[in-house]
């Protein structure tokens, strides 16, 4: 669910952006219908969630909320991620966000017609709810947070994770400073550039 992040480290190629945004809704060997680039992007976008899952800062985040949210703490924390990524957006852009986003959305829009069929569907909530943007504001998130919960197959109880953000905000605020340039680093190696988001069409 951390969609920003993962536009945010596949740098300016339009085929990593439009590959890393898929990434989750491509299964098995659909991934062979796709062009090189975007199969790299989708590949990204797997690389950068295996070290997320094993990253000792975000196993941290996590294991604070495995006792009340259990398998939906990971998604939890990737959210609350995301919205400090936001918040702070011009200490990691050159960029303003909402000129970022908005071009970010353009991008997908024009690749509409190749996206899977639940990328398809979750595109026109995303951009007319403005999701990457209303990632920093605490209430909109906490609405997302609100709709997965009604999503779920069960009382995942993720209605209240903007309450437990909030009781604990600094903490994860500090680990989300301490993860996040590991995980920018551990990409560069993967030969993705990050020195001037914003400018693709």
């Given at each position: 669910m951390n969609f920003l992040a993962h536009l945010y480290l596949s740098g300016n190629d339009d085929d990593l952006i439009v590959g890393n945004f898929?990434?989750?809704?491509?299964?098995?060997?659909?991934?062979?219908?796709?062009?090189?680039?975007?199969?790299?992007?989708?590949?990204?976008?797997?690389?950068?969630?295996?070290?997320?899952?094993?990253?000792?800062v975000f196993l941290q985040s996590k294991a604070r909320l495995r006792a009340k949210y259990r398998l939906y703490a990971g998604v939890i924390v990737d959210m609350y991620y995301d919205h400090f990524l936001a918040r702070y957006w011009p200490e990691y852009s050159r960029h303003p966000l909402s000129e970022y986003v908005a071009r970010?959305?353009?991008?997908?829009?024009?690749?509409?017609?190749?996206?899977?069929?639940?990328a398809k569907f979750i595109l026109p909530f995303m951009v007319d709810n403005?999701?990457?943007?209303?990632?920093?504001?605490?209430?909109?998130?906490?609405?997302?947070?609100?709709g997965m919960a009604r999503r779920t197959p069960f009382d995942?109880?993720?209605?209240e994770a903007v309450i437990d953000l909030k009781s604990n905000y600094q903490t994860y605020e500090t680990e989300f400073r301490m993860f996040f340039p590991e995980l920018?680093?551990?990409?560069?190696?993967?030969?993705?550039?990050?020195?001037?988001?914003?400018?693709?069409?």
């Open positions: 898929i990434a989750d809704m491509v299964k098995g060997q659909q991934i062979n219908g796709y062009d090189p680039g975007i199969i790299q992007g989708i590949r990204l976008h797997r690389k950068i969630d295996q070290f997320t899952d094993k990253h000792h970010t959305y353009t991008l997908l829009q024009k690749h509409i017609d190749m996206l899977p069929p639940r403005n999701w990457l943007v209303n990632y920093a504001d605490l209430s909109s998130l906490g609405n997302n947070f609100g995942s109880g993720m209605e920018t680093e551990f990409v560069a190696t993967q030969g993705v550039s990050h020195a001037h988001h914003g400018l693709h069409v």
